[in-house]
């Protein structure tokens, strides 16, 4: 982690003890300082304006007897996001922690415009998605990846951050027009050629993809153009064979369902880059 803070968003909701518990491991391996940042709703400020300044005090208690000394408490009142890029932007913040686990669904948080759907969509660092009680050993990190420049960013920082890690990028490939190549009249071998054309492509691009990465030589990187089929099934199948313990996805200006659906379906931590 190159800049000084990691900032942990904390609404007392999301397994507050466990985030807190990864967010001090995290901080104590990579020598970085904690800043926990509560906001609340400025509507609340509207409504209860006399009570504000006690519920950020009681907020604020909670915190400090979850975290005790080890971190920097900040409790505000306002909008979400602005307050959030604002700390951000004066506090030297590289990575922002936040929990999700709950029964309701991105597609929900989307359009009720959630603050999780919010960090993800506006902050232009990498945000860790506390999603499990497993320990934050970030050993082996899936990287699916489409090949893109915010793919190679993102994987250059991840690098950089988890210089430990073993990394496992995955090309997810599709031989277009395959379900229906015997109906222009190709016989079988015709056909086992034509998708082993996409194969080799693949893993000719992937390879040129990875030879491309400005990382140190002696990163393990473990490489794989497999064909698309359904990207849950490819992405938990790769978490469960190869003991993934953190997902990557990487985004360019504009963040997808896609995206969202594979946050939501991971079964392990998840970090999320939002490339401009």
Not at 104 to 129: A, M, Q
Request: net charge negative; glycine share 2%; charged share 30%.
């Amino acid at each position: 982690m190159n800049k000084n803070k990691i900032l942990v968003l904390s609404d007392l909701q999301e397994f507050t003890e466990i985030v807190a518990q990864k967010a001090i491991y995290l901080a104590n391996k990579y020598e970085k300082e904690i800043d926990v940042l509560h906001v609340e709703d400025e509507s609340f400020f509207k409504f209860f304006k006399e009570k504000t300044e006690c519920s950020l005090d009681k907020s604020k208690s909670i915190l400090q007897a979850i975290y005790k000394d080890k971190v920097n408490i900040f409790c505000k009142c306002g909008n979400f996001i602005e307050i959030v890029k604002e700390h951000i932007e004066k506090n030297n913040i590289s990575t922002v922690i936040v929990g999700f686990r709950r029964e309701r669904t991105f597609f929900e948080d989307i359009f009720n415009g959630s603050n999780l759907s919010n960090i993800i969509r506006k902050l232009d660092i990498p945000v860790i998605v506390i999603k499990t009680e497993d320990e934050p050993n970030y050993k082996n990190i899936l990287v699916p990846t489409d090949l893109s420049k915010a793919s190679k960013i993102n994987i250059e920082y991840l690098v950089s951050i988890f210089p430990e890690a073993n990394f496992h990028i995955e090309h997810y490939y599709k031989a277009f027009f395959e379900d229906r190549i015997k109906l222009y009249g190709f016989n079988d071998d015709e056909a086992h050629n034509f998708v082993d054309f996409y194969a080799d492509e693949a893993e000719k691009d992937l390879d040129k993809f990875i030879k491309s990465l400005e990382i140190p030589s002696e990163i393990k990187i473990f490489e794989k153009a497999k064909k698309y089929m359904d990207i849950k099934s490819m992405v938990d199948e790769s978490i469960e064979y190869k003991a993934i313990d953190l997902l990557s996805l990487s985004v360019g200006s504009s963040l997808s369902i896609f995206s969202f659906d594979l946050l939501e379906a991971s079964k392990k931590d998840v970090i999320i880059y939002k490339v401009k």
